[in-house]
């Protein structure tokens, strides 16, 4: 399946920083990825669909200012957390769908802290 | 939104046991995923199974899908400690959307 590679893999923050995740897609070039967001024990709760050259769709509930997604290129989507709070802290996980919801491959995941 | 229910949500069984983890939805779906995720990384694609009915094994992992491609199960035989993980299914969908997993502990 593609490779999908994930930077950084945990990041410790201050309250009010912003923070940039990055999601690269390495053998495949793919016009959507998407962004999930776990807390513990819990499930992967989607975010994000990030469409390349487009803006990103959002999931309910989710505020569009403060999750920043910019999918540049074919390779690449970004995730920025601005002015994080500690409710902010979770595991976030991008994917690439590789074969029309059939073959997903997920990036390894970025933990934030924010203090 | 389809809702895919996971049960049990928590499993801690001895090494050597043999478990069975269930995915049920009102929904049909064309396909269904099972994924495992180990601690600190993202979700790794058992199987998806696409045919009513079907069973696909993974050597000690047999799945499931439902006659009316709304549920799945998957049966582990003789749990080793390295079964432990969070267990995720996933109806297929763009994007995707899963159940809320069992997560899964085998015990020396």
């Known amino acids: 399946g593609a490779v999908v590679s994930q930077h950084p893999s945990w990041v410790i923050c201050k309250s009010g920083t912003s923070v940039k995740i990055e999601c690269r897609s390495l053998?495949?070039?793919?016009?959507?990825m998407f962004w999930y967001r776990q807390f513990p024990k819990q499930s992967l709760m989607l975010m994000a669909t990030?469409?390349?050259?487009?803006?990103?769709?959002?999931e309910q509930g989710v505020e569009k200012d403060k999750f920043l997604i910019n999918h540049a290129s074919l390779t690449l989507s970004t995730l920025t957390v601005t002015s994080a709070h500690p409710e902010d802290s979770s595991f976030y996980i991008c994917?690439?769908?590789?074969?029309?919801?059939?073959?997903?491959?997920f990036g390894s995941g970025t933990r934030l802290t924010v203090v | 939104t389809q809702l895919l229910e996971q049960s049990p949500q928590f499993l801690s069984i001895q090494e050597g046991e043999n478990l069975t983890v269930y995915c049920n939805s009102s929904?049909?779906?064309?396909?269904l995923q099972w994924y495992r995720q180990e601690p600190g990384e993202g979700p790794v694609l058992l199987v998806t199974?696409?045919?009513?009915?079907e069973v696909k094994k993974l050597k000690r992992l047999t799945f499931q899908f439902g006659d009316a491609r709304k549920d799945s199960s998957l049966h582990i035989t003789a749990a080793q400690p390295g079964d432990t993980g969070l267990y995720l299914c996933?109806?297929?969908?763009?994007?995707?959307?899963f159940g809320k997993g069992t997560r899964l502990s085998v015990i020396a």
């Open positions: 994917s690439v769908d590789r074969d029309r919801g059939r073959d997903y491959t």
């Open positions: 199974v696409v045919t009513g009915g």
């Open positions: 929904s049909v779906f064309s396909s």
């Open positions: 990030s469409n390349e050259g487009s803006k990103a769709t959002y």
């Open positions: 996933a109806g297929e969908h763009t994007p995707l959307v």
């Open positions: 053998d495949f070039q793919a016009t959507t």
